[in-house]
């Protein structure tokens, strides 16, 4: 199966399991990118405000096709407790191209059932499978086993 894996991250931290899950599934990854940063505290709280408004910030182009896949990975922080504005404006663009998908997020100490399911509402389709990373969780070393467990399940769909 032809997988890619598309992520937002503005700290670092969802960047870092993005690459995780890369390197067990081997697949194709892309990060989500921006012409403007979200550094210190001003970005954090443009991102927020985003994130709660549910607005769709411009991305750039990228340079892999996600319909070219047959399953793409989604990857966001946790936002206000919402996915990352970056990450809503990716799958309204290209929702019509993903044949199908996962979920996976980073968080402070957020449900990221609260994330995933307005992914799947804008998606329109349910995920094959998620895994969230919150809090402390994630430098825990119980987590690699969680992101085992998650590349099992996306490997065998």
Known sequence: MKTLIVFFSRSGRTRRLAEEIEG???SDIEEIRESKGR?????WLKSGMESTRMMLPKI???????????????????WASNM???????ITEHRDRIQEAAFFCTGDG???GKVFGPMEELLGKRPIATMGLIGEERENPDSLKKIEEFVERVSSA
Do not use: C, K, Q
């Open 24 to 26: 067990r599934l081997g």
């Open 84 to 90: 990352s504005s970056p990450v809503r404006a990716f």
């Open 60 to 78: 750039n182009a990228l340079e892999r096709d996600p319909g070219a896949y047959d399953l793409v990975l989604v990857g966001t922080p946790i």
């Open 39 to 43: 550094g210190g505290a001003i970005g």
């Open 110 to 112: 957020d449900d990221p």
